[in-house]
């Protein structure tokens, strides 16, 4: 299964990005859907997941307040809506379901599905 994430680019600081990433219909509707973040030299981090429904969210302390996940279930698409965006925020971003899952995890190893990641660059 194939997720397609897309919405990467380059922003300056303060500045907003959306990234989205749609996924197989059965696959959507069954998974809470996570982003994660990778800087270059880090390891990868959980950022935001959204629940089956979209009525439970959870993010990143970092992010709180400034980045907000939400899911369109007609559409099989997962967004990210990233605002006041600041240089530590430059990574390559991954979508992914945990299938089945009613709560999500900030556990990238319990998620089945991936997206091939999309690039955010944010300048000072």
């Known amino acids: 299964v194939q997720l397609q994430a897309s919405g990467g680019g380059l922003v300056q600081a303060g500045g907003s990005l959306r990234l989205s990433c749609e996924a197989p219909?059965?696959?959507?509707?069954?998974?809470?859907m996570g982003w994660f973040r990778q800087a270059s030299g880090k390891e990868r981090e959980f950022v935001a997941a959204i629940s089956r429904n979209g009525g439970r969210t959870d993010y990143l302390d970092s992010v709180a307040g400034r980045f907000s996940a939400f899911r369109d279930n007609a559409e099989n698409t997962v967004y990210l809506q990233m605002n006041s965006l600041k240089p530590e925020d430059t990574a390559v971003y991954y979508c992914?379901?945990?299938?089945?899952?009613?709560?999500?995890?900030?556990?990238?190893?319990?998620?089945?599905?991936w997206g091939q990641g999309t690039l955010v660059t944010v300048s000072s």
């Open positions: 219909g059965r696959t959507f509707r069954t998974s809470c």
């Open positions: 992914a379901a945990e299938v089945g899952s009613v709560y999500c995890t900030r556990d990238y190893e319990k998620y089945n599905y």
